[in-house]
């Protein structure tokens, strides 16, 4: 009968602190452990059948799918004869990148202890006087298999999202900014959630920043993937003023298993002191953009300047996450919009919004007001908001250009010397595309001037409503008269459309030319004029010697010049009753003058008239210079509001200018007047 038999297996498992267990053996085999924890005793009972009797012992790892597998075979009636052939385990999602087989290797039986079989002759007893055991043959131990390697999987690291970056933010005050992303790994065997090692990637040597702190924690497993959040808090001193680090990279992680699969982290660390002074502005700040689709939709393009605060000094090149932001739902459907970074000066930040128009076109001419065209947000704190509003104008493929000026004349005074008289016309202009206001190549043309007249100067002002705009600038060319003289310019010049040249517009004008010795304003005939009875004269008929009404105002100097100035606050004014005597009547020629409140007062345009402005000031201005809601002083020392200024052009009539002393003051019409030549 087959005899009774033990043999020695010695489990070897990677990492050696993988759990294992045996599967249940059939009953004529027992398992025990021996000397150490992986050494185990296999014992066979004796055959005492009439058949081959066969068993798998299997090893099982505590992931519960990589097997190790031991053979026994015990032959009838010719003793057991046991064999521990190691099958190659099968292959399992979770075995690592660098498996090590779990070896059972066999170990000859004692020599000096046998086991009793359970037949009738006697096994002696396992002593140093025993009946030597006889050994098992070495040639029937078959020695174990080693489990063929499986195929390595990739490691991976990466990023979740695989773009994204941190983001520190110490605006009020130093190390206060966090941030994490999460990391994804892969190839690192199965464990727990609750354990951190070996699977956490490690930070590269030398590559973290000085100004961020970095720790690494493990979320868990899933799908053969583990997970988990790098954590960055910002590490800076702080500092009194604004500046900002640009973190490329912030930190360099590796792989736990391959250390030459690397994963760099970049961010922006924002640092101010404990005071956060956030804004968003444009520049100006009126600005409108206008989008020009004259020639076909889809064309008009513009731009708005911004200026932004706190958000710390960085590279110009860098441009998140520092650029404003679009409000939701905020940009109208007829444009794009996009924003650009132009760099940083003196803490502030700036750049453009750009505007395209996205209209499809129509079909017949229209504008639409885009208010607002956009409004945007500061990228720190999205209360701070600014609407930028803008024009649309949109056509098929006709244009409709236009050229206006307003006024459509100028008037020119040189009463007190050559070249002196100056105007101006404001021009309006359509349908030439979008434009910069420091852009001139889209002025007005001047085709031809007068050669008493020129055009200083074309500036561009802005555009509104679709229109743009500016200003024409006329100065007199007069070489200067012994004697008055006035010229009527007709046209003085002419300006054509930059877009097309059969579009002009004419400005008249008008010049007067006096000696420098000349007069100052002059009366209409008619005027009355207030002796110091209290009666009245006409102009024309006042002579040397006629005592006037007048009065001393206080801080008024008596000594009259071209362009004197008198200026007090209401409050300061004072004035008293006085006479002052006519010493000389001048007479002069004029095509001009001014009708005040419905020809209350009939004066022409230089002539200085004592006037209560809105502000609250008592001044003297000339004529020209009086705007409604302006006051005037009559002879019972009552103010006059002016309700109506009216300007008249017809041809040369007579004017009359009175020089009074000692007061230089008088009365005109029942309104305060000064003897002095006043200034264009």
């Not at 009793?116 to 009946?131: D, K, W």
């Not at 098992?136 to 063929?148: E, G, K, M």
């Amino acid at each position: 009968m087959p005899n009774a038999n033990q043999y020695t297996r010695t489990i070897s498992i990677t990492p050696s602190s993988t759990a294992y267990s045996w599967n249940t053996p059939p009953s004529w085999i027992q398992i025990t452990q021996g000397g150490s924890a992986d050494e185990w005793l296999i014992t066979v009972s004796a055959n005492g059948g009439g058949s081959t009797r066969n068993a798998t012992l299997t090893v099982t790892h505590d992931n519960g799918t990589t097997n190790d597998t031991i053979t026994v075979s015990q032959a009838a009636g010719s003793g057991p004869v046991a064999t521990a052939t190691p099958v190659p385990a099968p292959t399992a999602t979770s075995i690592p990148a660098t498996p090590i087989p779990a070896t059972a290797t066999p170990v000859p039986a004692p020599t000096a202890t046998s086991v009793p079989g359970a037949t009738a002759t006697p096994v002696p007893a396992p002593t140093a006087t025993s009946i030597p055991a006889t050994p098992v043959p070495s040639s029937t131990a078959i020695p174990a298999t080693p489990i063929p390697s499986a195929t390595p999987e990739p490691y991976t690291l990466v990023l979740n999202p695989s773009n994204d970056t941190i983001m520190l933010d110490d605006t009020q005050g130093a190390g206060v900014g966090t941030d994490s992303v999460t990391w994804n790994m892969a190839s690192t065997g199965a464990i727990s959630s609750t354990t951190t090692s070996p699977v956490l990637p490690t930070v590269k040597s030398g590559t973290k920043h000085s100004k961020v702190n970095v720790t690494v924690t493990y979320g868990g497993h899933a799908n053969g993937n583990h997970y988990g959040t790098f954590n960055f808090t910002s590490n800076d001193a702080g500092s009194t003023t604004p500046q900002g680090l640009i973190l490329n990279p912030a930190v360099t992680f590796q792989h736990p298993m391959d250390s030459s699969i690397e994963l760099s982290i970049n961010g922006n660390l924002s640092q101010f002191d404990t005071t956060i002074n956030y804004d968003l502005l444009i520049s100006p700040v009126n600005d409108t953009f206008m989008l020009d689709d004259s020639q076909g939709a889809g064309n008009g393009a513009d731009s708005v300047n911004w200026t932004m605060a706190s958000v710390g000094t960085i590279k110009s090149e860098t441009q998140s996450p520092i650029l404003p932001t679009v409000k939701v739902g905020s940009k109208h459907s007829k444009v794009n919009v996009t924003v650009s970074y132009g760099g940083h000066s003196g803490g502030n930040h700036y750049g453009t919004f750009n505007f395209t128009s996205n209209d499809a076109g129509s079909t017949t001419p229209q504008g639409l007001i885009l208010n607002p065209g956009a409004i945007f947000q500061h990228p720190v704190d999205s209360s701070i908001e600014v609407a930028v509003n803008g024009n649309l104008s949109q056509y098929n493929t006709y244009v409709a250009y236009t050229l206006t000026t307003s006024p459509t004349s100028i008037y020119l005074n040189d009463q007190y010397g050559a070249q002196t008289g100056t105007d101006t016309v404001t021009w309006y202009m359509q349908s030439i595309g979008s434009m910069s206001s420091t852009t001139t190549s889209y002025l007005p043309v001047n085709t031809f001037s007068d050669s008493k007249v020129t055009v200083s100067s074309i500036t561009y002002d802005g555009h509104s409503g679709g229109n743009h705009y500016g200003t024409i600038n006329f100065t007199s060319a007069l070489s200067g008269s012994s004697s008055p003289q006035s010229f009527s310019m007709n046209p003085a010049a002419t300006f054509k459309h930059p877009y097309d040249s059969s579009l002009g517009a004419d400005v008249t004008g008008n010049i007067t030319q006096y000696h420098i010795s000349g007069g100052g304003g002059c009366h209409l005939a008619g005027t009355q004029i207030t002796l110091a009875n209290g009666q009245n004269k006409l102009i024309e008929d006042i002579v040397v010697g006629d005592v006037l009404l007048s009065l001393a105002i206080e801080g008024l100097p008596l000594a009259e010049s071209p362009g004197f100035t008198f200026s007090v606050p209401e409050a300061d004014y004072s004035d008293e009753y006085k006479t002052a005597t006519v010493t000389s009547v001048n007479k002069d020629t004029f095509i001009t003058y001014h009708s005040i409140n419905e020809d209350a007062l009939k004066i022409t345009h230089e002539h200085p008239v004592l006037v209560k402005t809105i502000e609250g000031t008592v001044t003297f201005k000339n004529v020209k210079d009086i705007v409604l809601g302006d006051k005037m002083l009559n002879e019972s020392n009552e103010w006059i509001n002016v309700t109506s200024i009216n300007v008249t052009t017809e041809a040369e009539f007579d004017t009359w200018t009175l020089d009074v002393e000692d007061y230089d003051v008088y009365f005109a019409n029942g309104y305060l007047v000064h003897n002095a030549a006043g200034t264009k």
